[in-house]
Every structure is written in C-alpha cells, then in structure tokens.
C-alpha cells in the first residue's frame, strides 16, 4: 500500500519488540528507516532483512540517555535521507530490577529515567528543529499504561513513563496551514 512513502523515520529501541515490529510495518509501507539501539548485531540484521527486501533502512549504534549519540542518530538520519518526517522515540523498558521507591537501587531508579525518559526529552529536542523546518511532522512516544495507574514494585518505570506520557511537543511543531 505505501502509506508511508518516502517518509523519512527514526526509531529507537528497534532491534527488539515493538520497535521491531513498527520498522518492519513501516519499511513494508515505503518508509525510508534509521534504525537505532545498542544492540547494534540484532539492529543491523534487521537492516539487512529489510533492506534484502527491497526497502530503504540504515542502523546506528545508539545509547538514547547520551546526548551525543541521539544528536549524531539524527543528524545521520537528515544528512542520508535529506530531512526528518517522523520520531518514534520507542527505547525503554523495566527491568527486573525495579522496585519499590523505598528498596530501589539508586543506579537501577537514574538508567530508568535515562532510558526511558531522558531519551525521549532527548529525541525531541534534536529533531523537533528538524521537523520545523521541513513544515511540520510527527512525534511518537510510547509509553505504558503504568504511566496511568503505576505498578507495585515498578517504580522508576512508572515514573518515568508518567513523564513522557506529560511531555508536550506539539507546541514546538505548529501545523502548517493548508487553507
């Protein structure tokens, strides 16, 4: 079908799970791909599956909590394919380290926000200029239902999730005016 050609998008976390999923949905409707996630073996086998396919995918080593490494993730992706259309910000995830806020590790509670919230903040920050001047664009963020409700024992995902389900870009991007 091609909803989505010629679309230039970035992934995070797309060497497993949902991102995984979304890059192979994505690739098969037309989208041209930069794929990123530190588990950089898993991440190019999946550029090669979809690129043997016939779809455009490029993958970058990326840990998203380092602001250089998102910088350098976007600005590859602008330089390859000429500009920016989309931003999944998808990196994240619990661990069974999780825990109360009172029996936490203090280390496990900050990799949490890192990852799962400081990567997104990062993602949008280095490529909601991008999207601006291309005219507009879109964000997704994924976050949990644990955002909403929290989870015994799961603290530093449930905060971190409530925050990017709290984070507000659209008002950096306005719509372009069709009329």
Same mark, same amino acid.
């Given at each position: +079908?091609? =909803?989505?050609?010629?679309?230039?998008?970035?992934?995070?976390? @797309?060497? @497993? *799970?949902?991102? =995984?999923?979304?890059?192979?949905?994505?690739?098969?409707?037309?989208? +041209?791909?930069?794929?990123?996630?530190?588990?950089?073996?898993?991440?190019?086998?999946? /550029?090669?599956?979809?690129?043997?396919?016939? @779809?455009?995918?490029?993958?970058?080593?990326?840990? !998203?909590?380092? $602001?250089?490494?998102?910088?350098?993730?976007?600005?590859?992706? !602008?330089?390859?394919? *000429?500009?920016?259309?989309?931003?999944?910000?998808?990196?994240?995830? #619990?661990? &069974?380290?999780?825990?109360? /806020?009172?029996?936490?590790?203090?280390?496990?509670?900050?990799?949490?926000?890192? /990852?799962?919230?400081?990567?997104? !903040?990062?993602?949008?920050?280095?490529?909601? $200029?991008?999207?601006?001047? #291309?005219?507009?664009?879109?964000?997704?963020?994924?976050?949990?239902?644990?955002? +909403?409700?929290?989870?015994?024992? #799961?603290?530093?995902?449930?905060?971190? &999730?409530?925050? !990017?389900?709290?984070?507000?870009? &659209?008002?950096?991007? $306005?719509? =372009?005016?069709?009329?």
């Amino acid at each position: +079908m091609e =909803r989505l050609k010629d679309k230039r998008i970035l992934i995070t976390g @797309s060497a @497993s *799970g949902i991102g =995984r999923a979304a890059a192979r949905l994505f690739a098969r409707e037309g989208a +041209m791909l930069t794929l990123c996630d530190r588990d950089h073996d898993n991440n190019r086998a999946l /550029v090669d599956q979809i690129t043997t396919a016939g @779809s455009q995918a490029q993958a970058i080593e990326t840990d !998203v909590g380092e $602001p250089g490494d998102m910088q350098n993730a976007i600005d590859t992706a !602008v330089a390859t394919y *000429g500009g920016l259309d989309v931003l999944y910000n998808n990196a994240g995830g #619990a661990t &069974k380290h999780d825990g109360a /806020v009172t029996e936490i590790e203090l280390d496990e509670f900050w990799r949490t926000i890192r /990852v799962d919230l400081f990567g997104t !903040v990062l993602g949008c920050r280095f490529a909601i $200029p991008h999207l601006v001047s #291309a005219g507009g664009g879109s964000i997704i963020n994924t976050t949990s239902i644990r955002a +909403m409700i929290g989870t015994e024992g #799961a603290d530093a995902y449930t905060t971190a &999730k409530g925050g !990017v389900a709290t984070l507000q870009s &659209k008002r950096h991007c $306005p719509r =372009r005016n069709t009329h």
